[in-house]
């Protein structure tokens, strides 16, 4: 079983900056493989960033946020970061990390709901 909280979230004004963290518990890992997902109210769920096995030497990122969001990860610590800058009001949604459940491809473009481990999402408001 694969256990994600994440935290972070919060309300910021435009053009601010936030940190999200995803706490990955599991007794085994099939793939870590880790993709930070965002949903916004009548909207579907969006993959915006996406970071495989390794140091973190390769990131994947949605157009909507390259530039701007950075996923990074701490492999002592078993967590996965969404360092988030220059956020627009657009940004406004529930953001959920993702442990991939395969055990063979790639990280990198988002695959099917069911094929990730979902932590619970934590709320993230940018409006003045």
């Known amino acids: 079983q694969v256990h994600l909280v994440e935290s972070g979230g919060g309300s910021v004004q435009p053009g601010g900056t936030l940190r999200l963290s995803c706490v990955v518990s599991?007794?085994?890992?099939?793939?870590?493989?880790m993709v930070w997902f965002r949903q916004a109210p009548g909207k579907q769920r969006e993959g915006v960033a996406g970071?495989?096995?390794?140091?973190?030497?390769?990131?994947y990122y949605s157009d909507s946020v390259k530039g701007r969001f950075t996923i990074s990860r701490d492999n002592a610590n078993n967590t996965a970061y969404l360092q988030m800058n220059s956020l627009k009001p657009e940004d406004t949604a529930v953001y959920y990390c993702a442990n991939g459940r395969w055990s063979f491809g790639g990280c990198w473009p988002p695959r099917r709901y069911e094929d990730y481990y979902w932590g619970q999402g934590t709320q993230v408001t940018v409006s003045s």
């Open positions: 599991a007794d085994k890992l099939t793939s870590r493989c």
């Open positions: 970071i495989p096995d390794g140091d973190g030497e390769f990131t």
